[in-house]
């Protein structure tokens, strides 16, 4: 009788091939493990796409206040010194020639103060609505933040337990490689019998090898958006809520999105920020009226002339473009046709949104059928395992339906957790393409966790990550 090295059966398999590793991780860490909450948090600090986002947003509030000046008086000052040196060769009855060499200083002040002036006032306007674009843009990036850290934390503890089922499988073959080596030495079974349990034990180790790899690749993606690298983070609960998106309507979430999905709004505010193109290029055909004063005063050391001179005005002028040589004309053609484009891609922006959500929405709801599906084939083929393991031992099974049984329990397990993993990544996509993706729901799912931690082994060659970003000196405005 073969030893039966399998002693957990049914969904209490995948935990069991976990569970040593999972305390090993535990024991072997004394710093708390990071949780989903914290690292989101990180990444909301220290993303450096998210960072260029901000500061974007703070260039285009500057640029509305440089609008808003060209409105506001306007005050310049101008002065000079001057050495002068005149030389008059030609003489007359009341003229000599001669020399003349003196110095002299002027000094000019003007002020002025648009009156009427649509170009700028519109200009002020569109500036208000590139801002207002400006802040969905900055809206969507930071739930796209949210939904990546998100996404790589989740892809680490899926390509963790898939690596564990895969070394669960490698040394269940590789047992069963043994086994076979010595009933082949005794003359129980044949060669052909080793060659096929070798070449089992050989595909699950590549296929260990391949979710090695996936595991530091998801655990690099992490480190890259939040600058930061954990030794260990909390793992995901076994009992976690899979159910269908609440509420189970999907049109609601549809309506959800058209009212909250920041880039949908960012294409509607660009729709209004193009239209206020075209008012900015149809005001160039109107006049424009500024009050104005000036005062001037000048003065030199010529001997014939004593005293200063000094003179000042105050007025309104009118400015009133007549023709510009068809360029006034060509700047609203321009613009309009900008305009429709921008409709356009309002349009294809809120078509794309309605499919994702839609898309989405059906993702998740079969993705609950799903895992309990993928739960149920654990349960069968740990049965089929072990009948067939029963015939193997009474000689009705050989040692290929054996392997075939295992590989099937293995791959039943990474793939019952990569699909658990599937509903949490797409639940949390779809809340951001509705538009509600915040820090309040990626706190609810961080809830999930169950405190247990997953491990990891830092590289010892490679600097350590900083959590500031290294751009040099930031500039500082003056």
């Known amino acids: 009788m073969r030893p039966r090295h399998l002693r957990c059966t049914g969904l209490q ?19 708390q493990a990071a949780d989903l909450l914290t690292i989101a948090r990180d990444a909301i600090e220290n993303n450096a796409e998210l960072a260029a986002a901000r500061s974007q947003t703070s260039s285009v509030e500057a640029g509305r206040d440089v609008q808003q000046g060209d409105l506001l008086p306007q005050v310049d000052v101008s002065g000079n010194v001057t050495h002068n040196r005149q030389y008059e060769s030609q003489t007359g009855a009341f003229q000599t020639g001669g020399d003349d060499s003196y110095n002299g200083a002027s000094l000019s002040l003007e002020a002025t103060q648009a009156l009427f002036d649509a170009r700028n006032s519109r200009e002020v306007e569109q500036a208000e609505r590139e801002v207002d674009q400006q802040l969905y843009r900055l809206a969507a990036t930071e739930q796209q933040v949210l939904i990546d850290v998100s996404s790589a934390y989740f892809e680490i503890l899926r390509a963790f337990e898939v690596l564990e089922a ?96 920041p880039q949908v709004l960012a294409s509607q505010a660009g729709v209004e920020v193009s239209r206020g193109s075209v008012d900015i290029a149809r005001a160039g055909r109107l006049p424009t009226v500024n009050a104005f004063a000036n005062y001037n005063y000048a003065d030199d050391d010529r001997d014939a002339i004593q005293g200063h001179t000094s003179a000042s005005q105050v007025g309104v002028g009118v400015n009133l473009p007549l023709f510009t040589g068809g360029r006034t004309s060509a700047s609203i053609r321009q613009n309009t046709y900008l305009l ?26 079969n993705d609950v059928s799903t895992v309990e599906a993928r739960a149920q084939a ?101």
Do not use: K
């Not at 429709?340 to 709801?365: G, I, K, L, N």
């Open 13 to 31: 398999f995948a935990r069991c091939a976990l569970l040593p590793a999972l305390v090993a991780a535990a024991a072997a860490t004394p710093v």
């Open 166 to 261: 895969r070394r669960a499988q490698e040394r269940a073959i590789g047992r069963q490689l043994e086994q076979a080596r010595e009933q082949f030495e005794v003359g129980l079974i044949a060669i052909t019998e080793v060659e096929e349990a070798q070449a089992a034990f050989d595909q699950a180790r590549a296929e260990g090898i391949t979710a090695q790899s996936n595991l530091q690749v998801s655990f690099e993606a992490l480190e890259r958006l939040t600058g930061q690298r954990y030794a260990s983070i909390d793992s995901l609960g076994d009992e976690i809520p899979i159910a269908p998106p609440t509420p189970a309507d999907r049109d609601h979430w549809v309506e959800l999105a058209m009212e909250n999905n």
């Open 340 to 365: 429709e484009a921008s409709q356009y891609d309002f349009e294809a922006q809120r078509r794309d949104t309605v499919q994702q959500v839609r898309s989405f929405y059906t993702q998740v709801s």
């Open 378 to 478: 654990i349960v069968s083929n740990q049965s089929a395992l072990d009948a067939t393991r029963a015939g193997y031992e009474v000689g009705t099974r050989n040692i290929v339906d054996v392997l075939n049984a295992e590989q099937n329990l293995y791959s039943a397990i990474a793939e019952h957790a990569s699909a658990r993993y599937d509903y949490v990544i797409n639940l949390l996509t779809l809340r951001q393409q509705s538009g509600v993706l915040d820090v309040p729901a990626v706190e609810e799912i961080n809830a999930w966790l169950d405190g247990s931690s997953v491990s990891f082994t830092l590289p010892e060659d490679a600097a350590s990550a900083d959590a500031a970003m290294e751009i040099g000196e930031p500039p500082r405005p003056r």
